[in-house]
């Protein structure tokens, strides 16, 4: 199995920045995908961004240049530096691993980015 931990998340003003970390453990391969999601009250999960093998990347049409995903395969880890952050931002941030190996999408806990004045 493999199992994702988010952190960073937390209250932040129209502007400003937060990074967040994933920290997975389990068989994650580098041709894995790795990313970000969230999730608003309401609202249907969506893609943040996401790293894919050979350092590809892609990303929501909402992030509009201001967040950056970066990966790091040795420590299996995957971050998510979110800047001029936005009210509409304002959701629980889920890490996500698919892997080929179980041929499944894992998860984790999720962390609240709450944006406001």
């Known amino acids: 199995q493999v199992q994702l931990v988010e952190s960073g998340g937390g209250l932040v003003q129209p502007g400003g920045s937060l990074k967040l970390s994933c920290a997975g453990s389990?068989?994650?391969?580098?041709?894995?995908?790795m990313g970000w999601y969230r999730q608003a009250p309401g609202k249907e999960r969506e893609l943040v961004a996401v790293?894919?093998?050979?350092?590809?990347?892609k990303y929501g049409d909402f992030v509009k240049g201001r967040f950056t995903i970066s990966r790091d395969n040795v420590k299996n880890m995957v971050y998510l530096q979110m800047n001029n952050l936005k009210s509409e931002d304002t959701a629980v941030y889920y890490c996500?691993?698919?892997?080929?190996?179980?041929?499944?999408?894992?998860w984790g806990q999720g962390t609240q980015v709450t944006v406001s004045s």
């Open positions: 790293s894919s093998s050979g350092g590809g990347t």
């Open positions: 996500n691993v698919r892997s080929r190996l179980y041929e499944a999408d894992y």
């Open positions: 389990g068989i994650i391969r580098n041709f894995d995908a």
